[in-house]
């Protein structure tokens, strides 16, 4: 079945360090891969996309990086601030053109 | 930017009552939308497929005839939980795309529904 594995459901950083975040995925064969954001209460915001073809996307202190052959995307965000702090999910569409989503990580930026 | 709007934000509703929810896509045109329901501190669990015109597509374990969902136009769809009963507590998130295939998602701002 497919799956899509977010591997941390929580992660504490320091502020100004880089937070990374894993997306691993199972049973798809995605053309493309997005990253979203959740605040508590919230509806998710889109962050970023990144195609098969693409090994690396960057915007401004975001970092994502899609390894097909691994099955895994990396999601960086360097100089972190506590505003950082929120659910970070990574999202397959799938077969049917449906979007999944991962568990999410939940990220707390401290000062 | 495109914009999604839902309504209502929280509802509380008797067990048995029907709620319906609103999802309309402001700015933009969206031929799919589609809705996830949400447990607490858990990821967005996709319940249906909605395509303008047409029947909305179930994830399985979704009952089509509780969740009831209609997409009658470019920039509403709405969810009716019929008959409600606690366990249908939840918080209920509609998206849409403004685009085809593999552009973003744009999702309004939730649903919190609590059936007393």
């Known amino acids: 079945s497919q799956k899509i594995e977010q591997n941390s459901e929580a992660l504490n950083i320091q502020e100004g360090k880089t937070a990374t975040l894993t997306c691993n995925y199972t049973?798809?064969?995605?053309?493309?891969l997005q990253w979203y954001r959740q605040d508590p209460g919230r509806g998710p915001v889109f962050l970023l996309l990144?195609?098969?073809?693409?090994k690396e996307k960057r915007k401004e202190r975001l970092k994502v990086t899609f390894d097909t052959t691994l099955k895994q995307s990396l999601f960086h965000i360097t100089a972190s601030q506590p505003a950082d702090s929120a659910t970070y999910l990574c999202?397959?569409?799938?077969?049917?053109?449906?979007?999944?989503f991962g568990a999410g990580t939940r990220l707390t930026v401290k000062p | 930017g495109a914009v999604v709007s839902q309504h209502p934000s929280r509802v509380i509703c008797k067990s048995g009552t029907s709620v319906k929810i609103e999802c309309r896509s402001l700015?933009?045109?969206?031929?799919?939308m589609f809705w996830y329901r949400q447990f607490p501190k858990q990821s967005l669990m996709l319940m249906a497929t909605?395509?303008?015109?047409?029947?909305?597509?179930?994830e399985q374990g979704v009952e089509k005839d509780k969740f009831l969902i209609n997409h009658a136009s470019l920039t509403l769809s709405t969810l009716t939980v019929t008959s409600a009963h606690p366990e249908d507590s939840s918080f209920y998130i509609c998206?849409?795309?403004?685009?085809?295939?593999?552009?973003?998602?744009?999702f309004g701002n939730g649903t919190r529904l609590t059936v007393t």
């Open positions: 998206s849409a795309r403004d685009r085809g295939y593999n552009s973003p998602l744009h």
């Open positions: 049973n798809y064969s995605p053309a493309y």
């Open positions: 990144i195609r098969e073809n693409e």
């Open positions: 999202a397959l569409e799938g077969n049917n053109n449906d979007m999944r």
């Open positions: 700015d933009f045109q969206a031929t799919t």
């Open positions: 909605s395509n303008e015109g047409s029947k909305a597509t179930y």
